[in-house]
């Protein structure tokens, strides 16, 4: 095994005999341990891109006789993380029947409603519209991929033949041809025309190959593609500096990641013109090769070529004139200066929606760019939800991996851009959209949470998330911060969260975190000011010491925090929200309570001028005053807990039943309790609301504001 992963430089050998053999003849499993080996090296496909196949025998339910069935990946799933619920199953003969009824070109989407009725398993997975290229093709084990080294080859002006000398005439050839039932016929006349080829290239697509088991089809695909790649290897270089040779260098990484941090925001609120975006900015190295190149210019407006990149990135991407060392100081300055250019964009972009259009094409989309390039700096995607907007950015740069090989061995050529759009608004892809799961309440929101790594911090935080929106987790307390950065991860995944060190006290921490919102998501649209201590001591005991970090964490931090806030927030100029967790010790006055409950009251206070004072900005500010929240409470854990017990003559295990008794609805008040008050705020229903105070403490008749 060892020889056959040294053989391979350009992919990665990963098949594991003994994890194989466990799966021996069981065809379905063992193309589920294929898919998903394919699918963990991108260098083979990319995410969501490409479908694999197996066809073996099942018994018919109906008959009880043997049948041949095809296993495919359903539509909308992705190789690399496939289970078996991700598989249409289809009845072969009555899939390659429909050749009897079909029509034609102008039949295409009516054949996608016919593969219903071949389907063998009633829990099967939609079928996807490369059905019938798998199911017209007489092998058993067939993979479609989409690897960069391949569609370099298949998107050359001389790709046919640069295949065919390559290869020596053991790889097909089959023009660009919009997927379907129609493409599924010239596979197989290819095949047939060409008898004992090993694969098909799909020009400006992608690559077929196969194999009559999972294991030959998967050596087969990797060898086909690390031919591929090595000849691009071979080539770079040799017409002549790659992309015409560098036009500009790039700052050193922390001055990189400064500039994007600072144009995020502005970017940012371009391009949620309709509807939030989330952000995401990378400077790769094969991103700064190509936006700091000569050809840049060139290259950019021709657009991708593989449908898989396109639909993702939008027909072609946003090039910001702007320097590497630009001046970011002055927002209003740098949106003047890149107004004209979005403008420019949607006109573009509107221009080729009207040009290319159908009688029955869906209404145009959101015609802001989903890429956006800054020579020098990085590469910034804006799309629905992080993991959109970060697939979209590794699209790109798969585009930019292709067009990389295609000059390098001939002349990169993009789809026309009327095929592009046959693409992009293709009913079938409308339908697919339609079927997703509806927006969540913050969906296309970013938040920052102080304190949110334990407590009612960390609930506000994961209610957000379970609302749609990213969050910014963070602490004062490192090991804390591990803990929920590791069960955030484990219960979101990646793309839910990022982390930031932060204490409210430290203006460098302030804005650490909001430079890591900006580089991760960029910007921010939520802040709840949440982090925070409590002292409880008479007032003889009360020290210069107590009374100035009460102050410092729950009155300046809150300033601080907030006045950095808006400060991104007037950038996106899109609005947003501030949030205060204050407490009903801001109205009613209580033993032992000088130093905490005065800071509460000026947290209040400061609460009230903040929403006077930005309201011009859409930006709204409102309180919520929670009671006695034990559960998870750093707070409690130290000596306010005993404190409050000695005020009140109880034990400190005593506590929240001491508190539920005195409210009116006797109830215990949770971290919960609070990101639901949180949650009514945000989320949409109250967007004509600022500076208000809600209660969450079971009812405790002094606090009420009214």
């Known amino acids: 095994m060892s020889e056959e992963r040294d053989r391979f430089k350009h992919v990665s050998y990963l098949w594991d005999e003994t994890e194989a053999a466990k799966l021996a003849g069981d065809e379905v499993a063992l193309l589920l341990y294929r898919s998903n080996l394919l699918g963990a090296d991108l260098r083979l496909t990319n995410y969501g891109g ?12 109906l008959t009880g006789k043997t049948a041949e069935v095809m296993w495919i990946k359903g539509s909308g799933g992705d190789i690399g993380t496939l289970k078996r619920n991700g598989l249409a199953a289809l009845y072969v003969d009555r899939l390659r029947s429909l050749k009897n009824i079909y029509r034609g070109i102008e039949q295409e989407d009516e054949m996608v409603e016919l593969f219903n009725h071949c389907i063998y398993d009633l829990n099967s997975k939609a079928p996807s519209i490369d059905t019938p290229l798998h199911g017209f093709l007489p092998f058993k084990h067939i993979d479609h991929l989409h690897p960069d080294a391949a569609i370099a080859i298949a998107a050359a002006k001389d790709g046919q033949q640069i295949t065919h000398d390559l290869f020596g005439g053991t790889i097909g050839w089959v023009g660009w041809q919009k997927p379907g039932f129609d493409l599924g016929l010239q596979l197989k006349a290819c ?28 050596i087969n695909t990797l060898e086909v593609i690390e031919i ?12 002549g500096p790659v992309f015409g040779g560098q036009k500009l260098s790039s700052p050193e990484k922390t001055q990189r990641e400064a500039q994007a941090a600072l144009l995020a925001p502005v970017l940012r609120g371009f391009c949620s013109s309709e509807k939030h975006m989330v952000g995401h900015f990378t400077d790769d190295s094969r991103v700064l090769e190509f936006i700091n190149s000569n050809d840049l210019d060139r290259l950019a407006p021709l657009g991708t070529s593989c449908p898989d990149h396109f639909l993702r990135t939008k027909i072609s991407p946003l090039v910001l004139e702007l320097s590497p060392d630009e001046d970011l100081s002055d927002p209003a300055k740098i949106k003047e200066k890149l107004a004209p250019a979005f403008v420019a964009y949607r006109k573009m972009y509107a221009d080729y929606y009207e040009t290319c259009k159908h009688p029955n094409s869906p209404a145009i989309r959101d015609a802001n760019p989903v890429i956006i390039l800054y020579p020098g700096i990085g590469l910034f995607s804006f799309s629905k939800d992080k993991q959109t907007t970060r697939v979209a950015a590794e699209f790109y740069t798969n585009a930019i991996n292709v067009m990389k090989g295609a000059e390098a061995i001939s002349e990169y050529t993009s789809l026309p851009r009327q095929e592009a759009f046959n693409i992009e608004y293709w009913l079938l892809e409308e339908a697919k959209l339609q079927r997703m799961p509806k927006p969540k309440a913050l969906s296309g929101k970013i938040a920052l949470v102080t304190g ?11 209610k957000f998330v379970d609302e749609g929106a990213v969050v910014v ?43 890591k919102a900006a580089l991760a998501f960029g910007g921010v649209d939520i802040v709840v000011n949440c982090a925070g201590l409590s002292i409880s001591k008479p007032i003889e005991e009360h020290t210069d010491k107590d009374w100035d970090l009460l102050y410092d964490v729950l009155v300046k931090g809150q300033f601080k925090v907030t006045q950095a806030a808006v ?45 006077a004072e930005l309201g011009g900005d859409k930006i709204r500010v409102n309180v919520v005053n929670p009671d006695a929240v034990i559960s998870d409470s750093k707070i409690w854990e130290g000596d306010w807990a005993a404190g409050r017990a000695k005020a009140y003559g109880v034990k400190v295990e005593e506590l929240p039943a001491f508190y539920a008794k005195r409210t009116l609805l006797n109830q215990i008040i949770l971290p919960e309790d609070i990101a639901n008050a949180c949650l009514v705020f ?25």
């Open 567 to 611: 400060a991104v927030m007037r950038k996106q100029a899109i609005g947003g929200d501030i949030l205060n967790i204050v407490s009903k010790n801001a109205l009613v006055s209580g033993p032992n309570n000088a130093g905490y409950g005065s800071a509460k009251a000026a947290q209040l206070h400061l609460s009230r001028l903040n929403a």
């Open 191 to 218: 095949l047939d025309e060409n008898p004992g080829i090993r694969g098909i290239m799909l020009g400006s697509h992608g690559l077929f190959t196969w194999g009559d088991t999972a294991y030959e089809s998967y």
């Open 50 to 61: 490409g479908n694999t196949s197996c066809k073996a025998d099942a018994i018919d339910p």
């Open 228 to 239: 591929c790649a090595n000849y691009l290897e071979e080539n770079y270089g040799k017409k």
């Open 682 to 706: 945000v989320g949409g229903l109250l967007n004509k609301s600022t500076g208000n105070v809600l209660n969450v403490d079971g009812g405790v008749a002094m606090a009420f504001v009214r």
């Open 452 to 462: 949110s790594a334990g407590g009612i911090g960390k609930a506000i935080a994961k």
């Open 473 to 515: 987790i963070n602490d004062n307390d490192a090991g804390r911060l591990e803990k929920a950065d590791q069960e955030f991860k484990n219960q979101y995944g990646k793309d839910a969260y990022t982390t930031a060190l932060l204490d409210v006290t430290s203006g460098e921490d302030i804005n650490n975190a909001f430079h």
